[in-house]
């Protein structure tokens, strides 16, 4: 590698190339971050930038005024994920005029799709310990740093979670054991809690559902956790607080260049409305993740590619070939973990690590790397997520159901890596990253990972500066920044939204998490009260206020309208960033998206036509990416495993609803059924019920579809239905669905 950049930078001062600079965090300039650390956190600068600025955020309309201007910014940042957030903030901060532009929303990619820890990667610290990898161990220690003042940063958005590593081999013990002191030895004075060891009878009961056979003990270590959309964003609304100019929805079509091909600006489009313009700018930086290529062709017509941008998928599909690397995790209910414990699969049937975290009252399951052609929409594969369930069983006990019907969401997510040309393997695409200048003087940051976006962020400023004579008033300053919502937040700050709001406290659970004011105050910070102010009455004695969007979440309606003023642009910006219902539930997030639209139309003065357009784009959103094709795929796939007289039952009660005899059922169909028999069904349920039902999504109940659907029931494919239980309630064909699966499961 180092034998690679050599040829690299020497290549660059002979024939004018690009430039390139790649971060093994030395030790020397490790040591002197942490001294700019403490220097710079007790500096009067840091002490006024960190002082809560009150007032509204700019609106959207407002920034793209400025980005209009004609004025010349200092530095234009393409990618509104981690990396080019990060990029903003520091840029802003140093007294640059920093403008971005992200061509769809803020964290609209990869950075919304992680595994939700900030980590400093234990498999990577393994493989630095035993393959003698000084570069991988300095990537490590970065990371942990970086991982300590994110914590920091952002308290109500992240928080230390214990990890346990189950033992089913004697000898794994002590294997393990030092490994995991490695990782706090190498923590040091940032390490979170330290790690320890529980025997058997401990482990079962911090986690009930584990395999008991052969367990002989389990590793509890801590890394961090957090909510990775709404923690971009903070980084976006910081930057915009700071001064930035930070809008999405704005495509760059092509780079502007001097006469003498120099990169000085961007063609930009807005998406919304349709304007073109001319952006000016002394640097451009490209932060685009998976799509770094793309924007570095535009530059440069002969750049090579620098980024294979990381899909889990099933042992059978891992091997096809691709030009991107993906990720994939599921989401199942949340009692398939404890609220408070994750768990780290080290080495699953091929070799890679699963991880299994409780997060937003779920639980995310997800692996490693694998091919993956580049897309816009990664969607996950129905044999992705069944190798991912079947991981899953071999370390839950036989107790525990696992059934393909439990999983509530599903997606992919397109992770850039920096390819090592000397490699072939998955393995060698470590998360280095890398900063080029080309000979256009385009400025790419490629590669990392979340945790270190703000080291990436100050190292890719440092370099614009350096190569394009930048006038900075200061260095960088983001080590202990805070973000937007954390200057005046504190643990018990939701006490204080109950008691001065009225707002709702749940009580099916003593978790703090199923609470209303919880979930405002972990989500918004310190800006929850502005939420809390948004609130409508209830006419109720309690809550006072808050309607919610669905009952089983806490999402409130006037959430929806303070996510207009974050910039949401479109249905799927609320209901998956700025809220992350279709991260969480499919089902839920379709039958909110009808009240979703409702509110955001009153905001942004939509038409009925574009009304229509959200609705359909949301839902597509939800089916593709989100899984719902995927689940719908693993029903239709299912053999029918119907005995005969429950075939015959189902033909029958398929009948009783089909009275016309057409051969299908149709809404219709339902509204009759249900009036005779004297259940109050409002239309948009009886919609729901069939679209649930209707695979082929042809607005019929087919009776194929109806068999299936009783066969994915016996089978676990589907966990429960909501028509089969209304149905079951007018039995009087002997097919009860408690005759079909198992009682409980998700939606």
């Known amino acids: 590698m180092a034998g690679f950049l050599a040829k690299a930078v020497a290549g660059a001062a002979a024939v004018g190339t690009a430039v390139y600079a790649v971060d093994i965090t030395n030790e020397s300039r490790f040591r002197k971050q942490m001294t700019s650390y403490f220097r710079y956190a007790h500096a009067d600068l840091l002490t006024e930038l960190n002082k809560r600025q009150s007032g509204s955020l700019p609106s959207r309309n407002d920034l793209l005024t400025n980005l209009k201007s004609g004025e010349e910014f200092d530095i234009l940042v393409i990618g509104g994920g981690a990396t080019g957030a990060g990029v903003a903030l520091d840029s802003q901060t140093r007294g640059l005029k920093t403008a971005l532009v992200e061509l769809d929303d803020f964290s609209s990619g990869t950075s919304s799709r992680s595994t939700k820890l900030i980590h400093g990667g234990v498999r990577y610290l393994q493989a630095a310990i035993f393959g003698l990898d000084l570069e991988q161990y300095r990537m490590v220690k970065e990371a942990l740093f970086e991982r300590a003042n994110l914590l920091e940063i952002a308290p109500h958005l992240s928080t230390p979670l214990p990890i346990m590593l189950p033992v089913y081999k004697v000898w794994q013990i002590p294997y393990f054991w030092a490994g995991i002191k490695a990782y706090d030895f190498v923590s040091g004075k940032r390490v979170l809690k330290n790690s320890f060891y529980?025997?058997?009878?401990?482990?079962?009961?911090?986690?009930?559902?584990?395999?008991?056979?052969?367990?002989?003990?389990?590793?509890?270590?801590?890394?961090?956790?957090?909510?990775?959309?709404?923690?971009?964003?903070?980084?976006?609304?910081?930057?915009?607080?700071?001064?930035?100019?930070?809008?999405?929805?704005?495509?760059?079509?092509?780079?502007?260049?001097?006469?003498?091909?120099?990169?000085?600006?961007?063609?930009?489009?807005?998406?919304?409305?349709?304007?073109?313009?001319?952006?000016?700018?002394?640097?451009?930086?490209?932060?685009?993740?998976?799509?770094?290529?793309?924007?570095?062709?535009?530059?440069?017509?002969?750049?090579?590619?620098?980024?294979?941008?990381?899909?889990?998928?099933?042992?059978?599909?891992?091997?096809?070939?691709?030009?991107?690397?993906?990720?994939?995790h599921i989401v199942l209910p949340g009692y398939y973990s404890p609220s408070n414990t994750g768990l780290l699969d080290p080495s699953t049937s091929d070799g890679r690590v699963i991880f299994f975290l409780p997060w937003e009252k779920h639980t995310v399951a997800g692996t490693t790397d694998g091919n993956a052609e580049l897309t816009f929409s990664p969607a996950p594969k129905d044999s992705e997520i069944e190798f991912i369930l079947g991981e899953i069983r071999r370390y839950l006990s036989a107790d525990v159901s696992v059934r393909r019907g439990d999983v509530m969401s599903a997606w992919a997510g397109l992770r850039p890596l920096v390819r090592d040309p000397n490699k072939k393997d998955t393995k060698s695409l470590a998360r280095n990253h890398i900063i080029e200048i080309s000979k256009s003087g385009l400025v790419t940051i490629a590669g990392g990972k979340w945790t270190t976006y703000r080291h990436m962020a100050e190292e890719t400023v440092d370099a614009a500066v350096k190569h394009h004579g930048l006038k900075e008033k200061n260095k960088c300053v983001t080590p202990g920044l805070m973000l937007e919502g954390a200057h005046e937040w504190d643990p018990l700050l939701y006490i204080h939204l109950v008691q001065d709001y009225g707002l709702e406290v749940d009580v099916i659970s003593n978790e703090l998490s199923d609470q209303v004011a919880q979930h405002l105050s972990t989500t918004y910070g310190d800006r929850a009260f502005v939420v809390a102010r948004m609130a409508k009455m209830t006419g109720k004695r309690w809550p006072i206020v808050g309607h919610r969007l669905h009952n089983e979440f806490p999402y409130l309606e006037c959430e929806v309208k303070y996510a207009v003023r974050e910039y949401a642009c479109s249905a799927v910006d609320v209901i998956s960033r700025r809220l992350r219902l279709a991260f969480l539930n499919t089902y839920a997030a379709h039958e909110v998206l009808p009240k979703v639209v409702e509110i955001m139309a009153g905001e942004l003065n939509w038409s009925s036509a574009e009304q229509r357009k959200q609705l359909e784009e949301a839902r597509k959103f939800i089916d593709l990416e989100m899984g719902q094709e995927a689940r719908a795929a693993s029903v239709s796939n299912v053999a029918l495993n119907l005995t005969k007289e429950e075939m015959l039952a189902a033909k029958s009660r398929f009948n009783q609803l089909d009275r016309d005899k057409k051969g299908h059922i149709t809404v219709n169909d339902l509204r009759r059924h249900f009036r005779e028999n004297n259940q109050k069904i409002d239309e948009r349920l009886l919609h729901e019920l069939l679209c649930e039902v209707d695979l082929n999504k042809n607005g019929e109940l087919e009776l194929a579809e109806f068999f299936q659907l009783y066969s994915g029931l016996k089978g676990g494919q589907v966990s429960h239905n909501r028509l089969v239980r209304y149905l079951d309630e007018t039995d009087d064909v002997g097919l009860k669905a408690t005759k079909v699966t198992r009682s409980g499961g998700g939606l």
């Open 198 to 328: 529980i025997n058997k009878e401990k482990a079962l009961e911090r986690f009930p559902m584990l395999k008991r056979e052969a367990l002989k003990g389990a590793l509890i270590y801590y890394d961090g956790q957090h909510n990775d959309a709404r923690m971009n964003l903070a980084i976006i609304l910081t930057a915009i607080r700071h001064g930035a100019t930070c809008v999405n929805h704005v495509k760059v079509d092509k780079l502007l260049k001097t006469e003498d091909g120099k990169v000085s600006g961007a063609r930009v489009k807005d998406m919304v409305t349709g304007a073109e313009w001319d952006v000016k700018a002394k640097c451009v930086v490209n932060g685009t993740g998976p799509f770094t290529d793309t924007i570095r062709k535009m530059g440069d017509d002969d750049s090579k590619p620098i980024c294979q941008p990381a899909v889990g998928v099933s042992d059978g599909e891992r091997r096809r070939d691709g030009n991107g690397r993906i990720k994939v």
